[in-house]
């Protein structure tokens, strides 16, 4: 058995050692590094079910190994693998952007940082004390810096580097503020301790609240949450597409984890509690109704995903704003589990597509029916289920949601979800009808190379083996890391 | 294994392999008869006196919720399978050559099939929503791919449409699992159906009635919620038109009479009134407009919503002799405007218009064509030999009898007698008119198009072909043995209905 600390140990080796192969090697073809790295996070993916946390180590105070972090932290993994099988696709892409010494330069290290993010993101899912969420949200955030702008000399790429800087800087600093304040307030960082502080506080809440809505400010540009995702559909259709997807999938996910543990923090005195629901209500509202509507007039595929990744942080609030109801929690981590499965197949099929169209406007997929019909199947349930359409894990996603939020009375939320479950049908299946109905542009066929095709038949598979038997994700929602069965001891 | 469940996973997998590389229409058409075939063995296995519910089955989803797939049928659901299967196999048959993607032309077909037999099939309150939601996606994709006319915004309109109709369904159907206590939250529907599950229910039913009546409405295209319906159908190709306005629509009356009447008696009751004012608009309102249409398929698609209302009304009417009524008159409707939508897709086929203005006086050219195609005009007025007729007066009969006081309310609160003529009689005789009224824009419809002049360039057009009559004929048979043995189809619904009959 291992201690869980060890997987994001492991990650952060393999991400150096990736960097001292790229380095060292004379090796000319980088796509070893990234093949390296799948299968390093493979390996750290299957050693994660050998886990057990021990009792009362030192690091417990800053950690914790409970289901929802494991199941996060296998999350991120996935999301990884998953990202550098699209780095992979992408490579062209990168390398037409920088013109290096060597024809495939500057490629190493763009397999290579994912892995450091991805213990970022490992340390997001396990962080129950402020100081270690705050340096593992800095990790992810400034890796992304890098690889948003990766593209040098693609002035988009650029220019969603910028953004991304600056206002990730931004947020670190309102996340900084509002941890000062809350720690003031209650001589803690550790979110328990905070939770146990909270009843016996005398005087103003004010203060205390204060530094939570600092906080949720800074959570609020992770999770792409209006009024704070002024920045997502720059820097989503700037950055290389495989790095939006990271963003758009790790990045989300790790910000929830965060904010459904900080949440959980302040749900014990009553007159707080009003105030974090209402604050959450406030946020879903806007999310909901901004990246739906705003998803509607969109003509670039990735920015729509862009606006519906907005969107999916909106539903996912609504279950944030149902906290109290039982099965809240659990809904927030299926839908992630979900959107992880239909978002990363939608990026995965836009690249390979987008290779040999030439673009990822929703134009370029016209006709994609007849150039492959397999990828537009795949892409079919891809929408479908972004969509909500039953049967596919998008669907549970969306009814968990919803049975959460009736159980705790949100109605008005329940119906601005009437509003935007339809417009989104309209933009997801925008996408659909140019697949489907329109010309193509030309005749030629489109293929993936065949290690692609077999993530993309898996993804499709589970989102609709998901989409009828929603009950393994529950089970890991559950189950402790500990594994007697298999103890090496 | 389970004769549901192969009704189901059947055109399932033939879809499948149909996407896979089979022969696209020998499949379809083999997948068809092989349901059609096991579809009349559940049938004839069924006991009426047995258990309420038979060919149970059942897979547990998520225990928590108490969420499962099951499945299992009483006569009526078996007579909307029937329904479904005859359908289906009509519409795969008389789908035309297809020039491009066959394969998902007919895998299309077989999923919107797949998703109506399960809903019909379900116990599952989930999955009974869920196998509905399944025709969504090949509705949209077959209207803007094989359709005419103005396709694309018809294919929008709908899909829209119903997907707003069903997250308010879905919406009341989460208020219906969530208003029992706690511990006794269920999606099964034999265990919502117990009498001490219908009383927590009544709690909160006032209010989530409206929403599902809402929700099916939208499905079912109610006053004032159609508009959706006869662009879709008109634009539709044949055999989406045929199974949507066939088999599909119905499923959100199959809804009202297997969810909505059995769990919430009394708010059904409560809401009558207003539903009484919407039906005569379907049938009045939208009979006029019926009128006024100068293409055959938009005329067509309004008839069909405008029949809608007869079954709303034998639903409202909430007795035995109604409510049986409405049960076969689903059944008539279904047969009769998939036989019209058929026969309209094989006229276009051969003059590319159906606008009255450009046709007339193909009955010379294409006698057997006019022929049936008068038949299928007759069954959908409501001519007596017609089940459409038996189903249209038992609903009359059942509504104009509607005795508030003699209603059975499940919870037990009585209902004062009603003054001397009640709603119910006032809606009755508003509804009667519809008759007059589909009488005249049908016999209309046939005088423009199959009598009169002939223009020159339809004169050399052929009559049906020979395997594509079958179908229609087979349509039209079942139509013929309701309306001379309504009993046969009828036997089958009504122990569905016993529990509404008067003590």
Known sequence: MFSPISLEAAVVVLGLFLLLFEAFSTEPDKSRIAWLGIAGLGTILVLSFFTQAPENAAWMRFYTADPLAMFFKRFALVTTIIVLVMALEYRGVVTKFIFGVSPQSGLGEFFAL?????????????????????????????????????????????????????LGALSTGFFVYGITWIFGVTGETNLDLIAAAIPHLEGSK????????????????????????????????????PITAFLSVGSKAAGFVVLIRLVNTFMDVPLVREKVVGTMFVLAALTLIYGNLAALPQTNLKRLLAYSSIAHAGYLLVAAASFGATGARDAIAFYLAGYLLMTLLTFLVMIVVANRTGGDDIAHFAGLSRRSPWLAFAMLVAMASLAGIPFTVGFFGKFFVFVAAYKQHQYLLIGIGLITVASGFYYYLKVVRAMYWDAPADDSRIHAQPFTNAIIATLVALIFVLGVYPRPIFDLLKVKPLMTKFALR | MNILNLLIFVPLLAATAILLGTSARRTALGASVLNLILSLIALSQYQPGGDRFQFLSVATILPDLDLKYFVGADGLSLLMILLTAIVTLA?????????RMEKQFYACVLFIAAGAMGAFASLDLFFFYAFHELALIPTFLMIGIWGSGDRHAAAWKITIYLAVGSFILLVGLIGLYLAVPETQRTFDLTKLMLPGMVKNISASAHWIYPILLTGFGILISLFPFHTWAPDAYASAPAPVAMLHAGVLKKFGLYGLLRVALPLMPDAAREWSDLLLVLLVGNVLYVGLATIAQKRLDLMLGYSSVMHMGYIFLGIASFNFIGLSGAALLMFAHGLAIAALFALTGQLRDRTGTVRFSELGGLAKPAPVLGFLFALAAFASIGLPGFANFSSEILVLFGAFGAQV?????????????????????????????????????????????????????????????????????LLLATLMLGGFIPRFFLKFVQPTFEIFAPR
Not at chain 1, 210 to 239: N, R
Not at chain 2, 91 to 98: D, E, F, L, N, T
Not at chain 2, 448 to 460: I, M, Q, S, T
């Open chain 2, 405 to 473: 006081s003699k209603l059975v309310p499940v919870s037990g609160n009585p209902i004062a007698p009603p003054p001397t003529f009640t709603h119910f009689q006032v809606a009755t005789v508003c509804a009667l008119w519809g008759v007059v009224i589909s009488a005249v824009y049908m016999l209309r419809g046939f005088r423009a198009v199959f009598l009169g002049e002939l223009d020159k360039r339809w004169a050399k057009i052929p009559d049906l072909a020979r395997t594509i009559r079958w179908p229609v004929i």
């Open chain 1, 114 to 166: 994912p892995v450091l993010t991805c213990a970022g993101l490992m340390w997001m899912a396990s962080a129950i004390d402020f100081t270690l969420i705050f340096v593992s949200v800095e990790l992810v955030t400034i890796s992304f810096y890098v690889l948003v702008a990766y593209m040098r000399r693609n002035t988009a790429s650029l220019e969603a580097g910028v953004k991304y800087l600056i």
């Open chain 1, 206 to 241: 004010v203060p205390l609240l204060f530094g939570f809505m600092l906080v949720i400010v800074a959570l609020g540009f992770k999770i792409a949450a209006a009024p704070f995702q002024l920045w997502v559909p720059d820097v989503y259709q700037g950055a290389p597409t």
């Open chain 2, 91 to 99: 519409a795969v048959w008389v789908s035309p050559r297809v020039e």
